[in-house]
C-alpha cells in the first residue's frame, strides 16, 4: 500500500517531535509535502488539511470511514471506557442522542442566565490595578458553568472539593503526562508523588467524588430535575436497562472535563487577542455599547462583530489540533491517493485554518474575514464534523460570546505584557505557551449592564 510522502526520520523522532512541537511539525510537513502526508506515529498516520479531503471524510465518516473507539484509547485514563469519546458504532449513536438536546436550543439557552451569575460571580473579586492570570478565572468560570449544567444548581462542600480536584487533575498537563497516555507502559504508580501515581489519586477521589452523588439522587430522586445527571440516570436502551454507575460517571467525567478546560482555553485566546488589538477592542465595545441598558443573552448571541471575533479566535488557535482518527472501510481516493481499508486519517483542523488561499496573511487575528466571506464547514472547523463533531459546540460558543460581553462590559482591562502569545500543547489541546496576565484599569467607561437572559 502506498502512503503519501511523509518525515522519513525514524519513527521515535517523530514520535517525540509529535509530542513536544505538533504544531511546527504539522507545518514543517505541510509546507514540504503539501494536502496531505504521512507520520509514523506508534502507527503510520495520514494527516489532511485540504477542504475537499475533509468534506469527504467527515461528510461519510459511517460508509467510506469509520470513527472507531480504538484509535481513542489514549483518552482512556482520563475518561473512562464509557465515555462518548471511547465508544463507538450503536452506543455511541445512542448516547449522543442523550446528550444532545441538554446542550442544545432552548436548553442550552436557560443556561444564559447561569453563565451570566458565574462570571460576575468571578469578575467582580478583580481589583483595580492587580494583575491576575486569565487562564485560571476562565477556567473557573467554565468550570462552574458545566457543574451547573451537568447537576443543576450546585454548592456545598462536594461541589468545591469535585472543582479543585478536577482543576488540578487537568492543570497538570507536563510533556511526561503527554508520554504517559501516548505509552501505557509507563502508567506505573510509583508512589503518590510520582506523576503517575498523582493522577491516579486525584482521578480515584474525582470518581468517589461522583459516585457519592450519584448515590444521593439515587437514594433522594426528584422527577422535577433537569440537569444531565438526572436524564442520564433515567436513560434506558431499548431493553429497558438502565445505565450502570460507572457508565454515568465516565459520561460525567467526559462532560466535565471536555467542557471547560477547552471553552477556558478559548476564552483565554479571546481576551488576548481584543486586548492585543486596539481596533478589535473598540470596534467590539462600540458593538456592545450599542445595546442599550439591558441586552438579553441571545441579542449578544447574534452580535455580528462579537461572532467574527469569537470565529477569529478559534480560527486562528482552534484548540483542538485535530479531528479524532477517521479509519477507512472501503478503498478510496483522498487527495490523488488510493487508500486501502484500515488507513488512519486525521483531519489537522490546526493546518486547515492555517492555509494561505483561505486565510490570507494567516498569522494576524483579523476578525474582518469572517464578515467579508462565509467559509464552508470543512474551511473552519473549530468543531470537527460528522459523527464525532463536537457535541458542546453550540454550548461553547454561547458561553464563550456571553462570558466575553459581559466582562467587557463591566471592566476595562490590559494585558500585562504586551510580548506575542504563542501556542503550544498542553495535554492533548493547545494553550498559550506562557501564563496572559491582565490587570484591571478601571470600571468599564460603558456602563457595566446586567445581561437579562432570555428563552427565546
Ligand atoms: C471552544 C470549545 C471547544 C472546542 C474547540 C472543542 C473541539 C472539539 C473537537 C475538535 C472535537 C473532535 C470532533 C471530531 O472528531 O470531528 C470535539 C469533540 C467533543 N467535544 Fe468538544 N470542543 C469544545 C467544547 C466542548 C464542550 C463545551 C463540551 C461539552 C459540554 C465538549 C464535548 C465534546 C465531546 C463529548 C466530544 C466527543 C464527541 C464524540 O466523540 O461524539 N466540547 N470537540
Redesign the pocket.
Known amino acids: 500500500m502506498k502512503l503519501p510522502h511523509g518525515p522519513q526520520s525514524p519513527a521515535f523522532v517523530q514520535m517525540l517531535q509529535w509530542i513536544f512541537r505538533p504544531m511546527p511539525l504539522m507545518t514543517a510537513c505541510a509546507e514540504r509535502y503539501g494536502d496531505i502526508f504521512t507520520l509514523q506515529l506508534n502507527a503510520p498516520v495520514v494527516f489532511t488539511s485540504n477542504p475537499q479531503a475533509l468534506q469527504q471524510m ?1 461528510t461519510s465518516d459511517t460508509k467510506e470511514f469509520d ?1 472507531p473507539k480504538d484509535w481513542n484509547t489514549v483518552f482512556e485514563p482520563m475518561l473512562g471506557k464509557n465515555s ?2 471511547t465508544v463507538d458504532g450503536e452506543v ?1 449513536r445512542r448516547q ?1 442522542q442523550l446528550l444532545m438536546p441538554p ?1 442544545h436550543g432552548d436548553r442550552m439557552r436557560t443556561y444564559g442566565q447561569v453563565i451570566n451569575d458565574v462570571t460576575e460571580q468571578v469578575i467582580s473579586q478583580w481589583q483595580i490595578d492587580q494583575p491576575f492570570c486569565v487562564r485560571s478565572a476562565m477556567q473557573i468560570i467554565t468550570m462552574r458553568v ?1 457543574m451547573q449544567a451537568v447537576f443543576g444548581l450546585y454548592e456545598g462542600p462536594r461541589a468545591q472539593e469535585l472543582e479543585s480536584v478536577l482543576a488540578a487533575m487537568l492543570n497538570e498537563s507536563s510533556p511526561l503526562r503527554v508520554v504517559e497516555l501516548y505509552f501505557p507502559a509507563l502508567q506505573k504508580d510509583f508512589g503518590p508523588r510520582s506523576s503517575w501515581g498523582r493522577f491516579i489519586r486525584r482521578r480515584a477521589r474525582v470518581h468517589q467524588l461522583l459516585s457519592e452523588e450519584i448515590q444521593e439522587r439515587r437514594d433522594n430522586p426528584d422527577s422535577s430535575r433537569t440537569d444531565i445527571l438526572s436524564l442520564l440516570m433515567e436513560a434506558r436502551d431499548e431493553a429497558g436497562e438502565a445505565m450502570s454507575d460507572e457508565e454515568i460517571r465516565d459520561q460525567l467525567m ?2 466535565l472535563t ?3 478546560e ?2 477556558a482555553t ?1 476564552l483565554t485566546w479571546a481576551l488576548y487577542w481584543i486586548h492585543k488589538s486596539p481596533s478589535v477592542r473598540d470596534k467590539l465595545l462600540a458593538e456592545l455599547d450599542g445595546l442599550g441598558d439591558c441586552p438579553d443573552t441571545n441579542t449578544v448571541f447574534k452580535l455580528p462583530y462579537l461572532n467574527a471575533v469569537y470565529s477569529e479566535t ?1 480560527r486562528i488557535h ?3 489540533m ?3 482518527p477517521r479509519v477507512v472501510r472501503t478503498p478510496l481516493s483522498l487527495c490523488g491517493y488510493e487508500l486501502e481499508p484500515g488507513t488512519v486519517v486525521l ?1 489537522s ?1 490546526y493546518l486547515t485554518h492555517q492555509r494561505e488561499d483561505l486565510y490570507p496573511q494567516h498569522q494576524q487575528f483579523k476578525p474582518e474575514r469572517f464578515l467579508e466571506r462565509q467559509f464552508s464547514a470543512y474551511e473552519f472547523l ?12 453550540a ?2 460558543q454561547f ?2 460570546k456571553v462570558v466575553l460581553a459581559k466582562i467587557l462590559t463591566s471592566w476595562d482591562l490590559a494585558l500585562v505584557d504586551t510580548r506575542d502569545v504563542r501556542p503550544k500543547r498542553r495535554g492533548l489541546v493547545t494553550g498559550p505557551d506562557r501564563s496572559v496576565q491582565m490587570v484591571v484599569k478601571s470600571q468599564h467607561q460603558v456602563k457595566s449592564r446586567t445581561l437579562e437572559s432570555s428563552n427565546i
Open positions: 467527515l470513527a462518548l469519546i455511541h449522543r446542550l458545566i467526559t462532560l471536555a467542557g471547560h477547552t471553552t478559548a478559534l482552534p484548540v483542538g485535530l479531528t479524532f483531519g483542523i473549530p468543531f470537527g464534523g460528522g459523527v464525532r463533531r463536537c457535541i458542546g459546540m454550548f461553547a458561553e464563550m
